[in-house]
């Protein structure tokens, strides 16, 4: 059996319009830039001198180009939507096309996202600098590419077609949209993006390596931000020996290879010998400091209220610490104190190697733009207020400064997140990430890798996914970072 | 210089000009129908508060408006060529050389990795084209034209090495390099200290006659535009309310603004008991809620509903007076001779008993070379040197100086933020000065407190307003469940006068004037008994001023607070203190009460700050005293008297005295003390700085009657 086209039925109608699409938008660029040489400008804009004061714009034909140039960019993206929504109204594969085959399988990520950004802008007055992201345009594609990632991990097991390491030896290293030969009843019977060289479904590997991906990013940020939160408020706000010793060491980690950190974290010897574990006890009591220090300075002066919140924090903080640091079943750990029944969950070698890592290479440069924001921030009046008043330190530091720092913390934290994606994709492609036959997409990038030059489609279809990931968490923070200047 | 067309009309003539910024979702008018004609050698002031659109005006005569800002009607013509029609080559020819702008923080003004000597040689270089040697004698003729010492050494500095008041003489002399036709200053002055204000000041108005130059001057301040200039025109809200010249709109004013203007304003004779200042009741309109009709109207005691709501309000000409006129319809039926009806005058709280004795304290900072090693020489800031006063129950002492002068440095002192080096700090006859605020007790923190200086800083932005006067009551152990706590701070808001539903507020929405409120029922939540308030009113606009201070006393009159006014505008001191504290680089060099310090004998420091600042009445003549030189760096102070260097009676003191010893603490009267060694006779010499004229100095001895009937 053939395999399916990209863009089955529809695709007599629409490929010449994309082609057409194309040509027109270089075509246009290409006319722009010769006017532009040749002295033309773009029109003015002129103003009505009676009293509505209403604007016109005489159009130049560089603003004709312009035109041009967006209404084609506009038919691409025309074209390629009706690819999708074809392809979830038809129900044969061949009618479909790859294309359309895609699109109707992320059906459900779809229809969260229209819910989502349907009751966002419904309600963006009222859910402050979340909602004023809506108001920005390059946020607004910021947050889908970034939300269409999170849907695609959250339903993860609706969209794929098949288990991320199931095999099928017919299908090696076949093209996209080839049709598994004598496919069982139920199962989905084509492999959309084709198959790598086990013989396994790339695109359910992309769409399985969304969730992991996902899964360890932003926690491994949060982590390096607490770290880096709790050590860059003291050492701007106090100064002295204390900034200069923690700043030094900071530039340490900074100025050390990041690739020879990693091989050395994975080295069996090094492995053995516990570093990795005894580093993730360090890193990992930073979050319990943080917020037994972040209630305890603001409900000092109400004594049981303080005692409520510090045991809840100090009972679900240790439980989760030592769950996380001691593994009774890994017998080559050593920290194997913790009694099974108390122990919640546990996190593979390999994993915590990964989480340690990228918590110990993240943290300096967070620490280091905190404790800029600091050194700024301190020397405001509301500051001074809250000394004069008699706050201790901590206060200050946490409820008075900190959340004066948020917007470019939070800028920051989306482009951090993409960093440590890429991170995670280099480390899988050196062989150091989680188990090799785990669907992340740094992974799977090095496993086609070998293959490339004669089967492409294996590798390309987890890079475009970081790709797009990537691009969107740049452009989200951009929008954030736009949005939180203005008020 | 240029070769420029000879031209005798006006240098500037701007004709119903229009200016709106567009935004993405409406557009917003922020100058509206406004013309003024600057003559040759003419001095126009331009006065209102922030933002009625004086820098809009300006930036548009610069064609600079940004890419939001557009005229939308009217036009500017600069020597008779129309401004609006230029193409961007022809402006930047004009912009530097024709037209030059100074703007107020001098530093911003300046390229920190360039030497000043390059800046300065660039502008005639690029605009004349002519050559580096001729451009480096006309840059160093015009700074010695700018008074600054040692010119030579000045062009080879970069602008770091500078002052602030020598920084603002360079971007002058930038201004004047090409000799331009009209100086725009954007408030040229208000980042500099009154003594440096008074010399630059000077300056200005020297230079302007000297090169001939018209000058626009814009300014919040009006006693500062009463000395610069000719003409005048007072903005509100995006329009020119009134224009004329100097005299006839500070005498014969007829627009109910500028009058309620200069009835906010404290002008000699004004007194917080019996001649209380009056502020503008309500708010400054925001620029898309304008009323219908006059913008003022709201705010208005003649407002006539029907009239002044109905129609759009031209300029109208004043009869009889020289291009005087006024956006008012009613300034022919107002009688501008009426007094102002009086505010009840309110009883003169008692003095009580000391509260807070300061003996010989001192304090003295050490900075270290290197911070890491502690290596290095170590250098000692001496920031208060004998510091010795009384501060008594429900007075208000203030406490004046320049920056550097060391009053923050005891504010801290006080707090118990820094501890002292040598001396004693009393509350209540218990010893703080060595107590840091952690080891203080909850009471003694509660009761001294302090006000901020600048409103936009002194509320944490992510915090509701009622949030943090809550805060500020837990810390001080106030009540015992929440739901106490917040009826307190809404008693808090009263106190203040600011509406209940205030506290679910972000300060972001609160004006500078509520936010300063807000910080001062912040400084009472914990019953404060001494306040700091620090400059707590210098940031605002004048029309606020005045209702921020009478909030201030009235709450000291009902808590009998004692109030530490630290300042540097020593009109606002004579309204409301009730004696005066004048310090000068770490020392106090006068104490006394407010009548024995505003009257001679003076510290001469004291004389130079009463001529420096300027004072909002034609009535008022004062001795022009300008001081060579900037304040020395507390770093390296000078040998002897820390005012030598700038003492204009050094002469006078033989044996070069000043030079050598420090003078000790004189009484010249009960409770008068000054730090000088001039002898008495001399002294006694001293002439007053500020005479007033008859009409005036009657209604002051009235004053001076009823404040010793009180006492």
């Not at chain 1, 479909?96 to 699109?103: E, H, I, N, S, Y």
């Not at chain 1, 492995?271 to 006890?281: C, D, F, I, K, R």
């Not at chain 1, 720092?405 to 991170?423: E, H, K, S, W």
Request: proline share 6%; aromatic share 8%; hydrophobic share 45%.
């Amino acid at each position: 059996m053939d395999p399916m086209s990209w863009t089955g039925t529809l695709g007599p109608i629409l490929n010449p319009l994309i082609v057409a699409s194309i040509a027109v938008f270089f075509l246009a660029f290409l006319t722009q830039a010769v006017m532009i040489f040749a002295g033309m400008r773009p029109g003015e804009v002129v103003i009505t001198p009676d009293q509505n004061h209403g604007i016109s714009i005489p159009r130049s034909p560089v603003d004709y180009t312009l035109m041009a140039m967006k209404y084609a960019i506009l038919v691409f993206l025309a074209c390629i939507v009706l690819f999708f929504i074809a392809g979830v109204f038809q129900s044969d594969l061949t009618d479909q096309g790859v294309v359309g085959a895609v699109g109707a399988r992320f059906l459900p990520v779809w229809i969260a996202l229209i819910i989502t950004f349907t009751v966002s802008i419904r309600f963006k007055r009222v859910l402050g600098l979340y909602g004023k992201l809506f108001d920005s345009p390059i946020g607004m594609v910021g947050f889908f590419l970034v939300m269409f990632w999170v849907f695609t991990a959250i339903f993860a097991g609706l969209v794929a077609t098949h288990g991320p390491i199931d095999v099928i030896s017919q299908m090696r290293n076949e093209v996209p949209g080839a049709f598994i030969p004598n496919s069982n009843e139920g199962d989905f019977p084509a492999y959309l993006l084709g198959g790598d060289n086990l013989g396994r479904d790339v695109f359910s590997r992309m769409v399985h390596g969304a969730r992991e991906v996902l899964q360890i990013a932003p926690a491994a940020t949060l982590f390096a931000f607490m770290i880096g939160i709790t050590l860059g408020l003291p050492a701007g706000y106090f100064g002295g020996k204390m900034d200069t010793v923690i700043t030094f060491i900071a530039n340490l980690v900074l100025a050390f290879p990041v690739i020879l950190l990693f091989y050395l974290l994975v080295t069996p010897e090094i492995v053995l010998a516990g570093v990795p574990q005894y580093m993730s006890m360090v890193l990992f009591i930073f979050p319990i400091i943080f917020f037994v220090v972040l209630f305890n300075s603001r409900y000092h002066t109400q004594p049981t209220k303080r005692a409520i919140l510090l045991a809840v924090v100090l009972v679900t903080g240790a439980l989760c610490y030592f769950s996380l640091i001691s593994d009774r079943g890994d017998s080559d750990s050593p920290l194997r104190f913790w009694p099974e029944v108390l122990d919640i969950f546990d996190i593979p070698g390999n994993l915590l190697i990964v989480f340690v890592s990228v918590v110990f290479v993240n943290s300096p440069t967070v620490f280091r733009i905190v404790r800029g924001i600091v050194l700024d921030i301190k020397t405001r009046d509301y500051v001074a207020a809250g000394q004069t008043r008699g706050e201790g330190p901590w206060y200050i530091m946490l409820w008075e400064i900190l959340p004066n720092a948020r917007g470019p913390l939070i800028v920051d934290f989306c482009l951090r997140i993409g960093y440590t994606t890429i991170l995670l994709g280099t480390l899988g492609f050196f062989g150091l990430g989680v188990d090799p036959e785990s669907a992340n997409w740094g992974s799977t990038i090095n496993e086609g890798r070998r293959l490339l030059t004669i089967y492409p489609h294996p590798p390309l279809a987890p890079a475009l996914a970081l790709m797009t990931l990537v691009l969107g968490l740049n452009l989200l923070a951009d929008g954030l970072r736009e949005e939180s200047l203005k008020d | 210089m240029a070769n420029r067309e000879p031209h005798d009309g006006p240098i500037l003539e701007i004709d119903n000009l229009s200016i709106s910024f567009f935004t993405r979702m409406r557009e917003i008018p922020a100058v509206m129908d406004f013309s003024c004609t600057v003559q040759p050698g003419e001095a126009m002031g331009l006065v209102g508060e922030s933002g009625c659109g004086k820098s809009t005006v300006a930036l548009g005569v610069m064609r600079d408006l940004g890419v939001n800002g557009r005229i939308v009607g009217g036009s500017i013509t600069f020597r008779g060529r129309n401004l609006n029609a230029m193409t961007d080559e022809v402006l930047r020819e004009l912009r530097g050389s024709e037209i030059a702008m100074i703007y107020q923080e001098p530093m911003a003004s300046l390229n920190p990795a360039m030497k000043v000597g390059k800046q300065l040689m660039e502008v005639p270089m690029i605009h004349e084209k002519i050559s580096a040697r001729e451009a480096f004698e006309r840059a160093l003729e015009v700074v010695t034209d700018v008074r600054l010492p040692d010119p030579k050494r000045m062009l080879d500095s970069f602008p770091h090495q500078l002052s602030g008041g020598q920084q603002q003489r360079i971007v002058i002399a930038m201004a004047l390099m090409a000799n331009p036709s009209l100086l725009i200053l954007d408030e040229p002055t208000t980042a500099l200290d009154v003594t440096v204000e008074a010399a630059v000041v000077e300056l200005v108005k020297d230079l302007g006659k000297k090169y001939g130059t018209s000058m626009l001057f814009i300014s919040h301040n009006l006693g500062l535009v009463l000395e610069t200039c000719d003409r005048i025109c007072v903005m509100y809200s995006g329009e020119a309310v009134e224009t004329g010249s100097i005299k006839d709109v500070f005498n014969k004013m007829r627009h109910p603004y500028t009058q309620a203007l200069f009835r906010s304003i404290p002008l000699p004779g004004a007194d917080k008991n019996a001649r209380p200042l009056i502020a503008i009741p309500g708010n400054f309109p925001l620029p898309h809620e304008r009323p219908p009709g006059c913008n003022f109207g709201p705010r208005c005691d003649y407002f006539k509903t029907g009239l002044c709501d109905a129609q759009d309000i031209p300029m109208a000409a004043i009869k009889g007076h020289d291009r005087h006129s006024s956006r008012c319809l009613r300034f022919t039926e107002i009688d501008w001779l009426a007094p102002r009806a009086l505010p009840s005058g309110k009883a003169k709280g008692s003095v009580g008993n000391p509260v807070l004795k300061v003996d010989n304290l001192k304090k003295y900072y050490e900075v270290a070379a290197n911070s890491m090693f502690g290596g290095g020489d170590t250098k000692v800031v001496k920031a208060n040197e004998t510091l010795s006063f009384e501060a008594h129950e429900a007075e208000t002492l203030a406490i004046v100086g320049e920056s550097g002068c060391g009053k923050s440095t005891l504010a801290k002192v006080l707090m118990g933020l820094e501890t002292a080096t040598d001396g004693q700090v009393f509350l209540d006859n218990r010893n703080i000065e060595a107590t840091r605020i952690e080891d203080r007790d909850t009471s003694t923190v509660s009761s001294i407190q302090m006000v901020f200086q600048n409103p936009f800083d002194t509320l944490n932005p992510s915090m509701t307003v009622g949030r943090q006067i809550i805060r500020a009551l837990e810390i001080f152990r106030y009540g015992n469940s929440e739901a106490e706590r917040r009826s307190r701070m809404l008693e808090l808001l009263d106190l203040v006068k600011l509406p209940r539903a205030f506290a679910d507020r972000m300060p972001r929405q609160l004006s500078g004037g509520q936010k300063q409120r807000v910080g001062i029922a912040r400084a009472f939540a914990g019953g404060a008994r001494i306040v700091v308030a620090d400059e707590p009113v210098s940031a605002l606009d004048v029309s606020v001023q005045a209702a921020v201070t009478d909030l201030l006393m009235e709450i000291q009159r009902n808590e009998k607070t004692t109030l530490l006014f630290i300042s540097h505008d020593l009109s606002i001191v004579r309204y409301l203190s009730d004696r005066v504290m004048v310090m000068y680089l770490g020392h106090v060099v006068e104490l006394g009460d407010t009548d024995q310090v505003f009257s001679p004998p003076y510290h001469p420091y004291t004389e130079a700050l009463l001529s420096a600042v300027p004072i909002a009445d034609t009535s008022v003549e004062k001795q022009h005293i300008v001081l060579e030189g900037d304040i020395p760096s507390a770093m390296n102070p000078p040998p002897g008297c820390p005012f030598q260097t700038r003492c204009r009676w050094k002469s006078e003191v033989p044996e070069n005295l000043c030079e050598t010893r420090i003078p000790p603490m004189r009484r010249l009267a009960d409770g008068h003390e000054i730090k000088c060694h001039l002898a008495d006779d001399i002294l006694m010499r001293m002439a007053p700085v500020i005479k007033i004229s008859a009409e005036l100095h009657n209604s002051l001895s009235v004053r001076r009657q009823v404040r010793s009937r009180a006492t």
